[in-house]
Structures are given as structure tokens and as C-alpha cells.
């Protein structure tokens, strides 16, 4: 588990370049400034289409332990859907200061709903983003092929059947950035991520660039506009 850290899906988008068989997309293209970064939701996926239901990530009790905590929060877009290049899925979620969670399951299962691969995490006395990651004796995603994770939020010491369950949906894409792209800045490259429906890897773009200027007030406005129905900190 990495706290605001780089994960090889950075390494992937620095070095490698995109080619999607069969889907026309957006070429990169740069623009100066970058003041925010939309996410486009009406991508059209590579592999299969989007999922039936899509709905915002919700939970029991809307992801809190009790109704006197604030709620732990998955970053997602409204779609509940994006796409990643990354062999298996990085989730990210936001624990709130001063909350009773102890371990986050992360579990990832096909569409038909038949379970995937899971692995667990201990976050006790931490807040703030963390990134879950599958580990990599986890099988790969499957290309083309959608997936939905879930994040238990376990509030005691035994996972309930009453805690709070996040939910999304991933597809991953057999995808590598073209020459074009590489000579992008990261907002660049996030930039083209976030037109093209690439919501996981464009998130660890920005916290990677994030992890090493922490005290840049651009990026921070950046970053805040990516998710601006989320109180991101």
C-alpha cells in the first residue's frame, strides 16, 4: 500500500506509448497553462461497453463507521466507471481524520460477478488518500473486459456484515503512450488521460506530481478540480 506515491502504472505512462487497435481517440495535444482537468465520462470504452448499473459509489450508512464520523470516500468520478493501463486496478480512497476504520478490503470480481482476487490492508490510526493495489500474485485484469471492485470498510476488529461497502468499475486497456504523448508535462499527460476515460492512471499521474511538489498551490488547484463534489485533501 503507498501513501500519495508513484505505482508502476506512473512508470508505464512516462515511458511507454498508446496504441488502441480499432478505437480512434484524441491526439495529445498541448496546452499552457493547465488551470483545471475535466473528466470526460461519456468515453467510449476500447473493450466491452460500460456497465449496466454505474451508479455513483455509495454504501451503507453513505461510508461511515457512525453517524458521528465523516464518511470514507472512494475518488471516483459521478460515472462510477473509468479505465486503467495497469495489469491490476489502484483504487483510491480518503480516510477522514479521527475515524474508527481499521482494515479496508479491496475486492475485485468479473462482471458476471463471479469473485476476481482480494487483498487486505490495515489503516489503523491513519487518514488522508491511500491507494490500494491488488498484489502481483494477483492475476491480471483481463483486457477489454470490465470488472467491479468493492472496499469493505472494516470499523472493528471483525469485517461485518453491516460495514460499509465502496463500490466502482474498471476496464483495463492494452494501451501504451505514443512518442507524443511522452513529451507531454505530467498535466499534459493527465490531461489527455482524464479526455480519454482514463481515470485510475490520470489520478496517480497527479499524485505523483503532487508527491513531489506538495507545496505548489497550481497543482493543488488542479488537483481540487478534478473532484470538486469531493472535499480532497
Known sequence: MAFWGTTAVLSILLTAAI????????????????????????????????PNRTSGVGSRDSGRCNIEEQPVQALMPENNFGLTFAERPTVVVQ?????????LILT??????????EEEFSVVDQTGLI????SSQAPPLAIGRNYRWHVVVVCGEQADPD???????????????SQSLQQQSPLGQAQWLAENGYWYDM???LMGEINLYPHNQHLQEVWRSVL?????K
Open 95 to 103: 480516510l477522514p481524520e479521527n475515524t474508527s476504520t481499521q482494515r
Open 163 to 177: 460495514n460499509p461497502v465502496l463500490v466502482g468499475w474498471v476496464q483495463r486497456v492494452d494501451a501504451a503512450l
Open 108 to 117: 475485485v470480481m468479473d462482471e458476471a460477478g463471479l469473485y476476481y482476487a
Open 19 to 50: 496504441t488502441q487497435p480499432g478505437k480512434a481517440q484524441r491526439s495529445p495535444k498541448r496546452v499552457n497553462p493547465i488551470d483545471k482537468i475535466v473528466f470526460h465520462e461519456t468515453f467510449d470504452p476500447p473493450g466491452d461497453d460500460s
Open 131 to 134: 491507494t490500494l493495489s491488488l
Open 228 to 232: 470538486p463534489h469531493k472535499n480532497l
Open 203 to 205: 489520478l496517480q499521474v
